[in-house]
C-alpha cells in the first residue's frame, strides 16, 4: 500500500468521523444547556417530590425519587452523589439497590439520550413511554419477584464511596463538559477506525453471523449489528451518533434504526453503568441478566406489533 493510499484512507476516517462527531454536537450541547438549566430551576429537586409516592409501590424509601429524578435528568455519577447524601444512615436491601439500580439504569440522562434518538427517527413520546415506563415495569417486577421469593433480603453493602465535593461552578462544569465532549470524538474515531478493519479482516461478517439469532429474534437486520454491539457495550450517545450515520448513508432501513434504539434504549453501555450500580451493592442478576432479558422481549414485542415500527412518527 503507498503513503498516498494510507493518506487517502486516515482522510477518509478522520471525515467519517467529524461527520458522526458534528451530528452529535449539535445534539449534544443544546441538551446540556437545558439540563443544566433545568437544574439550576430547581425542577429535579420537583420532580424528585412528584416521584416519591411512586417509590413506595417499588417497597424503596420515598427520599429515592429525588435520586431517581437525578438520574432522570442529568446522569448516573449525579444520581450516585445524590443517593450517597440521600440515602444518609437509612438501611437499604441488596434487593431496594438492585431496584433503584434498574430504575437508574434505564431511566437516566433522558434529555440527552432522547434527544439522540429522536435525531436518529425515535420521538420524544416513544423515548418518554420505553425508557421511563419500561424502568418502572421492569424495576417492579423485579421488586414483585424478590419479595414473592423473599429474595436478597440482607442489608446492601457498598462497595464505592465517592468522596463528595461541593457543587461545581458553572465554569468548572463548562470544562467538564468541554472535556467529556473532546473525549467522545476520540471513541468515535477509535470506533470507526475498529469497523473498518474488521470489514477489512472479514471479521465482521462473523461477528453479524454470530449475532444472527439474536437479531432474528430482536427484528433487527444484520446491518445494525455493529451499531448495536457498540451501544450495547458503551453506550446510546455512541451507538446512536453511528447509526444516524448509516441511516443517512442508506445502510440501515428506518425499521432496523427504530428497533435497534428500542433495544439499547432499554440496555446499553452494560460495561460502565452496570459496574457502577454494582459498587452500589446490587445484585448482577438483576441489573444485567434480567435487564438484557426484558430489552430482548420488550423489543421482541415491539418487532411483532402490527405496524408498530411503522406508527412510530
Not at 30 to 50: C, M, Q, R, S
Not at 69 to 79: P, R
Not at 121 to 144: E, I, K, Q, S
Not at 148 to 162: E, N, S, T
Request: charge should be positive; proline fraction near 4%; aromatic fraction near 8%.
Amino acid at each position: 500500500m503507498s503513503i498516498y493510499h494510507l493518506l487517502d484512507g486516515l482522510c477518509s476516517v478522520l471525515k467519517d468521523a467529524l461527520r458522526v462527531y458534528v451530528t452529535l454536537l449539535k445534539i449534544l450541547i443544546p441538551a446540556l444547556l437545558i439540563v443544566k438549566g433545568l437544574e439550576l430551576l430547581g425542577i429535579v429537586d420537583w420532580l424528585g417530590t412528584v416521584l416519591a409516592p411512586l417509590m413506595s409501590v417499588l417497597g424503596l424509601p420515598e427520599q429515592m425519587g429525588l435520586v431517581w429524578a437525578a438520574a432522570l435528568f442529568t446522569n448516573l455519577y449525579t444520581a450516585i452523589a445524590v443517593f450517597l447524601q440521600v440515602a444518609g444512615d437509612t438501611p437499604l436491601s441488596v434487593e431496594q439497590v438492585t431496584v433503584l439500580g434498574a430504575l437508574m439504569l434505564i431511566g437516566h440522562s433522558i434529555p440527552v439520550e432522547g434527544a439522540v434518538a429522536k435525531r436518529a427517527g425515535v420521538p420524544w413520546w416513544a423515548t418518554l413511554v420505553l425508557r421511563v415506563g419500561g424502568a418502572l415495569l421492569f424495576a417492579w417486577l423485579l421488586h414483585c419477584f424478590y419479595s414473592y421469593f423473599g429474595l436478597l433480603q440482607a442489608p446492601a453493602a457498598l462497595v464505592w464511596h465517592p468522596s463528595l465535593s461541593t457543587a461545581p461552578t458553572l465554569s468548572g462544569w463548562a470544562v467538564a463538559q468541554f472535556e467529556t465532549l473532546a473525549l467522545i470524538f476520540v471513541i468515535i474515531l477509535v470506533l470507526i477506525v475498529l469497523l473498518k478493519l474488521l470489514k477489512k479482516l472479514g471479521l465482521e461478517r462473523w461477528i453479524h453471523l454470530c449475532l444472527l439469532p439474536l437479531l432474528k429474534l430482536l427484528g433487527i437486520g444484520r446491518s445494525a449489528a455493529n451499531v448495536t454491539v457498540i451501544g450495547f457495550t458503551l453506550g446510546l450517545s455512541y451507538g446512536a451518533g453511528l447509526l444516524i450515520r448509516d441511516v443517512q448513508n442508506g445502510v440501515l432501513s428506518k425499521r432496523d434504526s427504530t428497533l435497534a434504539l428500542c433495544f439499547l434504549g432499554l440496555c446499553h453501555s452494560v460495561i460502565e453503568d452496570t459496574l457502577l450500580i454494582l459498587m452500589l451493592g446490587a445484585d448482577i442478576t438483576g441489573i444485567l441478566w434480567a435487564r438484557l432479558l426484558f430489552a430482548v422481549v420488550v423489543t421482541a414485542i415491539i418487532a411483532r406489533w402490527p405496524k408498530a415500527t411503522v406508527n412510530i412518527k
